[in-house]
């Protein structure tokens, strides 16, 4: 019982977290999530873990067979140097035929390792494909999470709006971080139609911010507030001298106002550090939310059919 309550508290945790990640970046936190659960089950070894993140390699080193470049070699001869390590270097020259058979194939992460190294544990089994096809750890490493945490870990699957939904309240909006392409606030008005908020019915204020639009956005705030209504305020990020004010007014109508007040924001990522604007009160009290388009046919399928 108690495995069931962690496992279902892990996965919510990592979908609450993930539904605000791009898609570049996913595959990190879900790895991070999945060395820390065996990192405290003690099913992993701490210094194997060390080396597959920092990747130390041992300088000046110059590759003797044709398949792996220096930089690989140099890294095979630090993997060399642990005890459960022991001789790869070695084998590896000795038996070049064999591992450049592994190392040239199509999806080595796929393959047996050759000899006894094929009975290694799959960390291990991350540490020399770290080494031999730096390449393809991005499809090694999902499938070590598949393996150890699950296939739901792995699927890319979005999130109904819907779900989302339910955790919000008048003291937690929705931040959407654009992508080109994807208009996520067409979900929004989906369900705000099912759920009789639309413009039509005048309790649904959608308000683009730009220049003199900050007073419409906060005219639509008070009365929201006051009567139970939908604000949209896209593109917030145009607005930056804005945004203190705008943060004000989400933590002032947090609490006592109308039970089925709600808003929802949208912004485009920024390029770099100096373009982060949006005030960290916005951030931590909303339910961020990524929207991409789908890439493959899977995804497309998944978009598809949802």
């Known amino acids: 019982r108690v495995e069931h309550l962690i496992d279902s508290i892990t996965?919510?945790?990592?979908?609450?977290?993930?539904?605000?990640?791009?898609?570049?970046?996913?595959?990190?936190?879900?790895?991070?999530?999945?060395?820390?659960?065996l990192l405290m089950k003690k099913q992993i070894d701490p210094v194997e873990l060390d080396f597959l993140l920092r990747f130390p390699f041992a300088p000046n080193s110059v590759s003797?067979?044709?398949?792996?470049?220096?930089?690989?070699?140099?890294?095979?001869?630090?993997?060399?140097?642990?005890?459960?390590?022991?001789?790869?270097d070695r084998d590896i020259e000795?038996?070049?035929?064999?591992?450049?058979?592994?190392?040239?194939?199509?999806?080595?992460?796929q393959e047996k390792y050759p000899g006894e190294w094929k009975n290694k544990n799959s960390l291990q089994k991350l540490c020399m494909m770290r080494a031999l096809r730096p390449d393809r750890m991005t499809?090694?490493?999902?499938?070590?999470?598949?393996?150890?945490?699950?296939?739901k870990y792995v699927e890319k699957c979005t999130i109904p709006f819907e779900v989302s939904f339910q955790e919000t309240g008048p003291g937690t909006?929705?931040?959407?971080?654009?992508?080109?392409?994807?208009?996520?606030?067409k979900d929004v008005e989906a369900l705000g139609n099912k759920m009789g908020f639309s413009i039509d019915n005048?309790?649904?204020?959608?308000?683009?911010?730009?220049?003199?639009?900050?007073?419409?956005?906060?005219n639509a705030l008070d009365l929201a507030s006051k009567?139970?209504?939908w604000v949209i305020l896209q593109n917030i990020h145009l607005?930056?001298?804005?945004?203190?004010?705008?943060d004000k007014k989400l933590e002032q109508y947090s609490e006592g106002s109308h039970e089925h007040y709600r808003v929802y924001m949208s912004a485009e990522p920024s390029a770099d550090r100096s373009g982060h604007i949006i005030p960290q009160g916005i951030l931590e009290s909303s339910i961020k939310i990524t929207n991409e388009p789908p890439t493959g046919m899977l995804a497309n399928l998944h978009k598809a059919l949802d």
């Open 173 to 185: 909006p929705v931040f959407f971080v654009l992508s080109p392409g994807v208009d996520p606030l």
């Open 11 to 37: 996965y919510s945790a990592f979908m609450y977290t993930s539904r605000g990640l791009f898609e570049r970046d996913k595959l990190i936190f879900t790895s991070q999530v999945a060395f820390q659960v």
């Open 139 to 151: 499809y090694a490493l999902t499938l070590f999470v598949g393996e150890k945490l699950g296939s």
């Open 239 to 246: 607005v930056a001298k804005w945004l203190a004010q705008l």
């Open 94 to 109: 000795g038996s070049a035929k064999r591992w450049k058979k592994f190392s040239d194939s199509e999806a080595p992460e």
């Open 227 to 229: 009567e139970g209504h």
């Open 202 to 218: 005048r309790n649904f204020h959608n308000v683009s911010l730009g220049q003199g639009q900050e007073v419409v956005a906060e």
């Open 64 to 88: 003797p067979v044709d398949f792996l470049s220096n930089h690989c070699w140099g890294g095979i001869k630090a993997l060399s140097t642990m005890e459960q390590f022991r001789n790869l």
